[in-house]
């Protein structure tokens, strides 16, 4: 049911994630956009797992979980730099230049 | 000695250098809380951890001895030598940074002992990354290694440089997970199961090859992998997050974690997808080509020491890409053979940078290292080694990896990439050169410059045993030679359970 149009809605959210991405430049803007993208992912799982059973629901779990723990460790290194710079906004963060 | 996964027993074995390491490390977290910051304790935390990773690498070398068959149906994760090989690897990599550690943070006043927990759970997920067998496991292998680094990187959160590192590489390893995810997620639809076994056999008997669900996804795991092993042009992050990190952190990243996703990549590649190689090898050629050239270039450009080693690893992700090309055996042989005194001597060079820098080694350059010959000369001549050996001279492994990765290459009809290999190599000699020429041409500036350089004993006989290593094996590699071939056999059609019964149902 809906599996045409399920899969596309998730590959455009996953698109506008990663323009997110790039185009921002604000740190906490850009976690926001990259948890889009994988909430994306889990939308396509779902979708899929209505053809190929239970296991794709099952990954959901497991996405979520390294979500949380991404966030949790993320959100401590966005406080860790903007102790030092009082921003959060990458075009203040060059410190280290490639 | 045969192995059942679908019981419980026949599984803990088969995870059990894994069990070891995760109890061990959620044991020493619990000591840490209850233990006070003070220098000694920390030494005391750290000298456990490297014990807790030499009972992973007993259990490694037992599994490997052992022989472990599997019966019944494939699962999640592989039992094979090439598993054994990369799980040794990654140990040997992980103990020669948790040894670096023990004095430097200390000297740097990061009294934290979180830090070797973090390590041993890194190690864990590395090995899980490097032996997972499900596309599943293998993303939370990948989770638990690079969340345990970004903190790693941001360890001596205090030093802007290194929270700056950690947000670099927390955002960029984070973009980087949610491709790789994405492409799961598609392969997973276009062949209903995430079982590299599975996928490598629906491919086969559903004629998938060019199903462009499938296509995309393999696409998306190659950007994700791309991202994970610092492959031009998705190396961006690199240089910034190696120069930012503390210098431990810096060698255990360089070495283990990029040999732990090449152990991924090329198990992806050749388990699941071996038939697509049309499609994925003009893909690989054009990265190895792109990395080697771009990382060995800029590498020239660079005057910090640190950086000059970040870009030279990315110029040897090239050299290992390389070896994946062909999507041999022989090629993977190779890979395994180099991957193993990478390590070595790329831990080896950071370890140099340890006991001559200070305040994060940001600003030591080669010109800091002149005269080191004769004071510390025996400092001076491993490091030398550790460069030629990254250089490719002959008489030291790097040479034998090199050539072993050469003839891989030519033998499968890739001449002009062994062309480039070959100049890039030559371009590296270029920034490698100058090093050793500073440490035994130029003067010292004054007598006392290399007066706080002190190694301590237990790492003095480290880096000698290192030392040896890496000529005894550029001088007598056969025997390795036949281990390493041993290990790729895995791949070997022959070798691999054969999938009659079990397959998911075919999507529509």
Redesign the interface.
């Known amino acids: 049911m809906f599996l045409g149009p399920a899969l596309a809605v998730s590959a455009i959210l996953f698109a506008l994630g990663a323009a997110g991405v790039l185009l921002r430049r604000n740190a906490i803007i850009i976690f926001m956009c990259i948890e889009l993208m994988l909430n994306a992912v889990n939308l396509t799982f779902v979708a899929l797992s209505q053809q190929l059973g239970v296991d794709g629901q099952v990954f959901v779990f497991f996405v979520m979980t390294v979500a949380a723990a991404e966030a949790a460790v993320g959100l401590a290194i966005v406080i860790a730099v903007f102790r030092h710079r009082e921003s959060v906004n990458l075009e203040n963060i060059n410190l280290l230049r490639g | 000695m045969s192995l059942d996964l679908q019981k419980g027993l026949g599984l803990l074995i088969a995870l059990l250098p894994e069990t070891i390491l995760a109890v061990w490390a959620m044991a020493l977290l619990l000591v840490a809380a209850w233990t006070h910051k003070d220098p000694r304790a920390l030494r005391r935390i750290g000298w456990v951890s490297l014990a807790g990773i030499g009972v992973a690498f007993l259990a490694v070398a037992w599994l490997w001895t052992a022989h472990p068959r599997l019966e019944g149906l494939p699962t999640s994760v592989a039992v094979d030598p090439f598993r054994w090989a990369v799980d040794a690897i990654i140990l040997l990599g992980a103990g020669f940074a948790v040894l670096l550690s023990i004095g430097y943070l200390e000297r740097e006043g990061i009294l934290i002992p979180e830090y070797y927990v973090l390590m041993l759970l890194a190690t864990v997920g590395m090995m899980l990354l490097a032996g997972g067998e499900d596309l ?1 496991v293998l ?2 292998g990948l ?1 638990l290694m690079s ?1 345990s680094s ?2 790693l990187a ?1 360890i001596d ?1 205090r030093r ?2 290194s ?6 590489y ?2 960029l390893g ?2 980087a ?3 790789l ?2 492409g799961i ?2 392969v ?2 276009a062949t ?1 199961s ?1 079982k590299l076994g599975f996928i490598g056999f629906q491919v086969q008997s559903l004629q998938l090859a060019t199903h462009p669900m499938l296509l995309a996804g393999l696409a998306l795991l190659l950007v994700g992998f791309g991202f994970k092993v610092a492959a031009v042009p998705f190396h ?1 992050w690199t ?2 997050v190696y ?2 990190a503390p210098t431990p952190v810096t060698a255990f990243m360089a070495a283990a974690t990029k040999a732990a996703a090449f152990a991924a990549l090329i198990r992806v590649l050749l388990r699941a997808v071996p038939l697509l190689h049309d499609t994925w090898s003009p893909v690989v050629w054009w990265l190895a080509a792109a990395t080697m050239v771009v990382g060995n270039l800029v590498a020239l450009n660079q005057k910090s020491l640190k950086r000059m080693l970040a870009y030279s690893s990315i110029a040897h992700a090239g050299y290992l890409l390389t070896a994946l090309v062909s999507g041999s055996v022989g090629g993977a042989a190779a890979f395994l053979y180099y991957l193993l005194f990478y390590t070595l001597m790329t831990i080896g060079a950071f370890a140099v940078l340890v006991y001559k820098g200070r305040d994060g080694e940001r600003t030591v350059t080669a010109d800091d290292l002149a005269g080191l010959a004769e004071s510390h000369p025996w400092l001076a001549l491993f490091m030398t080694i550790c460069l030629l050996s990254l250089l490719g001279f002959p008489g030291t492994a790097g040479f034998i990896g090199k050539w072993y990765i050469l003839t891989s290459a030519i033998g499968s009809g890739y001449a002009l990439l062994a062309t480039i290999m070959v100049l890039a190599s030559v371009v590296s000699a270029g920034y490698y050169l100058p090093v050793i020429m500073a440490m035994y041409m130029k003067p010292r500036l004054h007598a006392e410059v290399h007066a706080d350089v002190s190694v301590p004993r237990v790492m003095r006989g480290v880096l000698t045993a290192v030392a040896v290593a890496l000529v005894v094996f550029g001088v007598w590699p056969s025997g390795l030679l036949k281990t390493a071939r041993a290990g790729a056999r895995g791949f070997l059609p022959d070798e691999v359970v054969p999938i009659s019964q079990g397959v ?2 075919a ?2």
């Open positions: 599943f993303f939370l989770e969340v970004y903190v941001g959160r802007e440089a929270a700056e590192a950690a947000l670099k927390f955002l984070a973009f997970s949610a491709f995810l994405y997620a598609l997973y639809g209903g995430t961006m240089p910034d120069d930012g998911p149902a999507p529509k």
